[in-house]
């Protein structure tokens, strides 16, 4: 960009480094820089689909001072400011393959414009440069072109706001900046340095003409724009704005102007300071303001006396010194205090998560049954005391929550709800404790225990959810799943080679098999069978592994620990995540780079023909031909694109979209899913065949493998081969001989499920959701498509492991029983972290990292909620598939 590193080292501008707060998506950071406030987490949600902003901005100032607006580009302004704008032309910003048109929509409306002297504030969004980073990465050779355009566009603009100024006389104001950075894989949303450093230039002849220096520019807040754009405009400063005027600016204006100008920030600020905060007097930030005002104060009665006076500088610089001051610890203390929580309704969502478990208990034995809380008098206490408690919180609360919004009579069924879920919880825990029932493993038989195996699972599961606690643990929460699923590989490889090699001079803890029924009142497993059963059941289990397995499966059961170990070792190589490590290259890189074209493409090739021989086994022969010409449509569609080679193929000078190529696979993804839909449908009419619903269980879940292949990026397509490899390995040499029961294979997927999630290169920032995954096939932005497909993108993992777990399941129970255990455990161990994970943001939500790691996680995990949720709709409509057949 040469035209505008000219005009940063010589020309009348100034130039800083403007730190955006997380979370760096495009509505949040429009709304910090014309509100100067700081946006919610909650807007990377509103960000799908912007809703009119209601606070006191710059836009909305500038109109009721007359001004006409005119604005070309990302339609998120549209949506934002609705009716404020007096010509507008909005693109489509989440459609990340177009970054030529997207521009050009823009740029063509220039050369009109700025020959038109009919507008007053005129502003410009291009979305081309952010597109390419989605698509390409910030290494890619688009982006150097891509800067130079808009280098040109800047030329263009100030060219001719120049030559109007030698009309009309007066100074006009040019502001390039970026909303938010840009991180080393090309996405954003997260707080690394790559992602919240912007630029930000403001170029003006009113400035004066001094050498800028690009290698240590100032630093400010993004924030701080609101508020000097204000000041700039003579317009009020937004009310609920926590900057600061952005001092270079006005500093070759009077010292009387300049005291003016920081007496209206500063006044500002604490005015807000006085609304947020009780104790705002303390406030060391409103006792510099004081000081300042009165500083001031004595500063004008010296002017007005003597104008041009030695004392009269000193004494104006001390001023300056002492309003600088109160504003930077003014704006520091209302960044960290502003921020307003919704204790109430993140209480009511806590009990409910927690209840959710309970009510997908169908079998367990309860005092209070769920079906008639009325005969409960401890139903009708608990439902008074939270009726109590909402009137009170909603009548004396200064400002209105979510609950409080509701109609009172949704508000008394989620209250009614409540109470008979915590009537039931109580009635079991009082069951267990007081009277003397405490947890056992069987609880038919009080002196069964519990396995290594188990006890691996539920400190597991607790120390995950412990973790949460920690912000170091919560970035890199790769590693806590990495351990986990190493270390139950090596208990299943203990289990296997104490159940093969010991026999009645062991004495193997216990014998694993799937079981049935569950009858209990525990949540964690399910019920064993009788003692005798158990002893005959070691004895069989000896023989089955030492005697019954020969040859390579003998030697496949136990080598199949070791195995798994180095697929999962491979995997953590092929991504690195997290915070600390995310910047140490990796296989992934490798890969990605240019210069290794060809070993991408042998991989991927090879991931494919896995994947294939892996799924193929359980589909019918028209699955399995729809599978195969599937997943030659998923390589077509990635050297399409440009990013694999065919063997033919020198270069990849032929790039398309791959819109064809990408389509012709959705069509077979549709036609697996129609197939196994049409055999569930079949298995619930013709109750004897059991092998049509297995079948059909198998299709739908290949056809998640097939839209995965497509949705995946290129290097990632080895992930879906081990994942597939892994379950293979797992279901016949793990779980069928071991016969372990539902809940500790279903613990086991969960695992599985999240380490693969990390595996795939997530992890908790927002920065590494690859949005260009909603895009595949689409030639246009469509809202729900594009959710849909960068959820499953995401979490293709979890939902892949999951729908392994219901097949598996079906396949091989004789009742339904498991699935609803499997279904309960899921539940289980689904929403308790949530709900933990809830309770401690909530005590945590004035930590220095809340807004950088704490709330991140929180969406991913009010995410990953609603996909446990699907999960269970899933194993709930498989169970009443059994209960009508049987």
């Not at 005391?385 to 919004?405: M, P, Q, R």
Request: charged share 15%; glycine share 6%.
């Amino acid at each position: 960009m040469p035209y505008t590193t000219y005009l940063v080292e010589k020309g009348a501008s100034h130039s800083f480094v403007a730190e955006a707060k997380p979370p760096t998506v495009t509505m949040p950071r429009i709304k910090a820089l014309m509100t100067g406030s700081l946006p919610g987490f909650i807007d990377v949600v509103r960000n799908l689909n912007s809703p009119a902003l209601l606070e006191d901005n710059v836009i909305r100032q500038a109109k009721a001072a007359g001004k006409r607006i005119f604005f070309y580009g990302d339609e998120t302004w549209i949506k934002l400011f609705p009716k404020h704008f007096v010509e507008y032309d909005g693109t489509t910003s989440f459609f990340v393959s177009d970054y030529t048109e997207v521009d050009n929509n823009v740029t063509r409306h220039l050369d009109k414009v700025l020959k038109r002297g009919d507008w007053d504030v005129l502003i410009l969004h291009y979305l081309g440069l952010d597109h390419i980073g989605h698509v390409s990465g910030p290494h890619s050779p688009l982006i150097g072109r891509k800067l130079s355009e808009m280098d040109g566009v800047l030329m263009r603009i100030h060219t001719a706001l120049l030559s109007k100024e030698r009309e009309t006389l007066l100074p006009n104001l040019l502001v390039l900046c970026g909303d938010h950075g840009m991180s080393e894989t090309g996405s954003h949303g997260a707080s690394s340095t790559e992602e919240v450093n912007t630029p930000l230039i403001l170029i003006s002849s009113a400035f004066e003409r001094k050498p800028g220096d690009m290698r240590h520019p100032k630093r400010v807040q993004q924030t701080d724009l609101a508020a000097t754009l204000a000041i700039g405009l003579g317009l009020p400063i937004p009310k609920d704005s926590v900057g600061s005027l952005i001092f270079p600016v006005v500093e070759g204006k009077p010292m009387r102007e300049q005291l003016r100008f920081l007496h209206l920030n500063t006044v500002q600020l604490s005015k807000l300071l006085q609304e947020n905060v009780p104790s705002y007097e303390k406030d060391p930030g409103f006792e510099q303001f004081k000081v300042s005002e009165k500083m001031h104060g004595n500063w004008i009665k010296l002017y007005l006396e003597e104008n041009n006076s030695e004392v009269l500088f000193n004494l104006g610089t001390k001023v300056l010194r002492q309003y600088l001051d109160a504003l930077k610890t003014l704006s520091l203390s209302l960044s960290t205090q502003v921020a307003q929580y919704d204790i109430y309704s993140m209480m009511v969502l806590t009990l409910l998560l927690l209840s959710i478990p309970q009510a997908l208990r169908r079998k367990a034995e309860l005092d209070v049954p769920l079906s008639s809380p009325v005969f409960s008098l401890l139903f009708y206490l608990m439902f008074l005391v939270l009726s109590a408690i909402h009137v009170i919180v909603c009548t004396s609360a200064e400002s209105s929550c979510y609950f409080c919004g509701l109609p009172w009579l949704a508000a008394c069924g989620v209250m009614a709800l409540i109470s008979a879920l915590l009537c039931a919880i109580v009635s079991v825990l009082t069951k267990m404790f007081v009277r003397g029932n405490l947890p056992s493993k069987n609880p038919a038989h009080p002196n069964s225990g519990w396995s290594e195996l188990d006890l691996l699972m539920v400190f597991g599961t607790v120390g995950h959810v412990l973790s949460l606690g920690a912000s170091s643990f919560v970035e890199e929460e790769h590693q806590t799943w990495y351990f986990l699923v190493n270390t139950l590989c090596l208990a299943l490889s203990q289990e296997i080679y104490r159940s093969y090699f010991l026999r009645d001079d062991g004495e193997p803890q216990c014998c694993f098999h799937v079981e049935q029924g569950f009858a209990g009142a525990t949540p964690a497993l399910q019920d064993r069978t009788s003692c005798d059963t158990r002893e005959q059941d070691r004895v069989h289990m000896s023989s089955s592994l030492s005697e019954v397995l020969r040859g390579w499966e003998k030697w496949m059961v136990l080598a199949s620990p070791w195995l798994i170990l180095a697929c999962c070792r491979l995997l953590r190589s092929l991504n690195q995540t997290g915070v600390q490590w995310a910047h140490r290259p990796d296989l992934g890189h490798w890969l990605t780079s240019s210069d290794h074209k060809a070993e991408l493409s042998v991989l991927a090739a090879l991931s494919l023909l896995v994947t294939f021989t892996l799924v193929q086994r359980g589909c019918s022969p028209v699955s399995k031909a729809a599978l195969a010409l599937g997943l030659l449509g998923v390589y077509c569609y990635r050297a399409a694109i440009g990013n694999v080679l065919f063997p033919w193929q020198q270069d990849n000078r032929d790039i398309s979209k791959g819109i064809i190529e990408a389509r012709f696979v959705y069509v077979f993804i549709l036609g697996i899913l129609f197939t196994g839909t049409k055999d569930l449908l079949k298995s619930q009419v013709i109750a004897a065949d059991f092998k049509i619903k297995t079948v059909g269980l198998w299709e739908i879940y290949s056809g998640l493998v097939l839209l995965a292949a497509l949705l995946f990026r290129p290097h990632n397509l080895p992930v879906l081969a081990f994942s597939l490899l892994i379950q293979t390995v797992m279901s016949k040499f793990i779980w069928k001989p071991l016969r372990h029961d539902a809940a500790e294979i279903t613990v086991m997927h969960y695992w599985f499920g999240q380490a693969f999630f990390y595996f795939q290169g997530n992890s908790n920032n927002i920065a590494t959701v690859d949005i260009s995954a909603g895009f595949v096939g689409l030639d246009t932005y469509v809202e729900i498509p594009a959710v849909f497909l960068t959820a499953f993108g995401t979490y293709a993992g979890p939902v892949l492991w999951a729908s392994h777990l219901v097949h598996f399941l079906s396949s091989e129970a004789s009742s339904g029983s498991a699935l609803r255990h499997a279904c309960f455990c899921y539940a289980l161990i689904g929403s308790i972290p949530v709900s933990a994970y809830i309770i401690l943001v909530t005590s945590l939500r004035y930590h220095l990292f809340i807004w950088s790691v704490f709330s991140p996680k929180l969406l991913y995990e009010g995410m990953h909620l609603l996909v446990t949720a699907a999960v269970c709709a899933f194993f709930t409509a498989m169970d009443q598939t059994s209960l009508t057949k049987s």
